[in-house]
C-alpha cells in the first residue's frame, strides 16, 4: 500500500518493522547450575549437565550474572 494526503500510520513497533524479535527479559530464556552465580545461554559448555532454566529477568532479580564465555543477553 502508500500512505495517501499524509496521514499518520500511528506507532510501529521498530522491531515489527525491521523484522527484529522482541527483547523482552519476561520471555527470554536463560540456564543456571545449582551452585553457580552466572546465567548462560542453552548451549553454553558451562550448563551442559543439571542446568535450570529461568527468565532472564527471574536470574536478574534473584543476583546472577551474565556468563563471560558464552555472552547471554543482560537486558
Do not use: W
Request: hydrophobic residues 30%; positive net charge.
Amino acid at each position: 500500500g502508500t500512505i495517501e494526503h499524509g496521514e499518520p500510520l500511528g506507532y510501529i513497533s521498530r522491531s515489527l518493522l525491521h523484522n527484529e524479535p522482541a527483547d523482552d527479559a519476561q520471555t527470554i530464556m536463560v540456564y543456571v547450575t545449582r551452585s553457580g552465580r552466572k546465567y548462560h545461554r542453552k548451549d553454553c559448555r558451562y550448563v551442559r549437565h543439571a542446568r535450570f532454566s529461568l527468565t532472564l529477568a527471574e536470574a536478574m532479580e534473584q543476583g546472577f550474572e551474565p556468563c563471560r564465555v558464552c555472552k547471554p543477553p543482560k537486558k
